[in-house]
């Protein structure tokens, strides 16, 4: 005799699964109605009389507690995780579709082979949780299954918990529903027996769950759902370099999902290829500037400064990225990149790039020759323009305190601008002359 009992999984859930919870309380209370009103409720869903009500109340009746505690403990293990992934509009969507499927290959089946069984009802949520299962052997392949099996041949007893790799374990019970499928499908149609469970209902809902999985590509989903939340981190340069590669086609896919080319740039540094991670961290650098994501954008330019030549930079998102680098206290790169945006020659953020590095500069021991030398430019390059009165106040200052002209060299960290004014509103002056 063999006897096993699935304990739970070894993958950790990060918010409420409410659906499952409601799928779970709903089976629950069509039983407790079923016990207590039995003339009133309906038999269950027969095949050679389909009827969309019935068809619907079936997959919440069960035919006693036993039947009912199996598939909620099955519903409870796979539907709070693809609820946590996915979300609830997945789980309950393919719990329905699942439930169809079971229903149409379970009555095709009989049409088929069996029709003396088409009159015999169907109830139970298995087909719709199979649904679920098939979803998961897709999805889950890192995720374990926990079992307690019980082992028992004459006087040899043996028991203990292991844990088996989800797709292996829903696998195998699926090959295991179409054995006993093929089995008493063929005692039925040579009228030899029949048997007490609807062993293709498994099957199809199965099916669709796998095809789902297949069709919305939520392989795809979860690995970048987990690299981007950081839910399960690799653990080995190994681990890293197989989420490397399957973020590769998350990139392909969506090449303007910067936070998949933040997590490829991760899994590359972890798996020690930094020839990979620079370019991946450059790319998700530009898309969160350019997504005003600038918390995102300050992580990625830290990865990319160490991995790859931040001087390749487009012009364009300079600006930007100094003002978030700035204002999260990033001060030498800030003044380093708002020197570098005033540098362009057509940069319309250039007057404003010099009175920031100026500010900068001038606020940091050390460094009032760079700030001179920002405002005497600004002066140079804009005389007429409205930060001009600002620079000739500043210019004066550092004449008093002794500092004289000379050439713009190497940069110290510099700090954050004491002029609220200067924050960056668009690229556009923020002050005019007084």
Not at 196 to 209: E, S
Not at 358 to 367: F, H, Q, T, V, Y
Not at 402 to 416: A, C, F, K, R, Y
Request: charged residues 20%.
């Amino acid at each position: 005799m063999f006897f096993f009992l699935p304990l739970g999984t070894t993958r950790p859930r990060w918010r409420r699964p409410n659906a499952t919870y409601l799928l779970i309380v709903a089976n629950v209370f069509v039983l407790w109605l079923q016990l207590l009103y039995p003339d009133a409720m309906p038999e269950g869903y027969v095949p050679g009389h389909p009827r969309l009500l019935a068809w619907f109340a079936s997959m919440f009746m069960h035919s006693g507690a036993v039947h009912l505690a199996g598939n909620m403990l099955f519903l409870w293990l796979f539907a709070s995780l693809t609820e946590d992934v996915f979300g609830p509009r997945m789980l309950l969507g393919v719990y329905l579709a699942a439930n169809l499927g079971a229903t149409l290959l379970n009555t095709f089946m009989g049409v088929l082979f069996a029709p003396a069984g088409l009159g015999v009802a169907v109830l139970g949520a298995s087909g719709a949780i199979a649904g679920i299962m098939g979803l998961s052997s897709v999805c889950f392949w890192r995720t374990k299954v926990r079992i307690w099996y019980l082992l028992w041949l004459y006087l040899y007893v043996k028991t203990e918990v292991v844990e088996i790799a989800a797709p292996v374990f829903l696998g195998l019970w699926v090959a295991w529903e179409v054995v006993q499928g093929v089995f008493w499908t063929a005692l039925e149609h040579f009228q030899m027996g029949a048997g007490g469970v609807a062993h293709w209902a498994h099957v199809g809902g199965f099916a669709v769950g796998v095809g789902a999985a297949l069709a919305f590509n939520l392989r795809q989903r979860l690995v970048r759902s987990d690299m981007t939340e950081e839910r399960r981190p690799p653990e080995t340069s190994y681990e890293a370099y197989a989420y490397a590669a399957e973020l590769v086609q998350v990139t392909r896919t969506s090449p303007e999902d910067a936070e998949a080319w933040y997590a490829l740039a991760r899994a590359n540094e972890l798996s020690h290829k930094p020839h990979k991670a620079g370019p991946a961290y450059a790319r998700a650098l530009e898309l969160f500037v350019r997504q005003r994501k600038e918390d995102q954008a300050v992580r990625a330019y830290r990865g990319m400064k160490e991995f790859a030549d931040v001087s390749a930079i487009p012009a364009e998102l300079r600006f930007p990225l100094a003002c978030a680098l700035d204002e999260r206290g990033l001060k030498e790169d800030a003044f380093r990149l708002f020197w570098e945006s005033a540098q362009e020659g057509q940069s319309t953020h250039g007057e404003t790039a010099l009175v920031r590095a100026g500010e900068i500069a001038r606020s940091l021991p050390g460094m009032q020759q760079q700030a001179r030398d920002c405002y005497e430019r600004l002066l140079a390059q804009y005389p007429y323009g409205p930060w001009r009165s600002l620079a000739r106040d500043r210019l004066e200052q550092l004449a008093k305190a002794g500092v004289s002209h000379g050439p713009l060299g190497n940069t110290s960290p510099p700090v954050h601008p004491g002029d609220q004014e200067l924050r960056y509103l668009g690229g556009s002056a923020e002050q005019s002359e007084s």
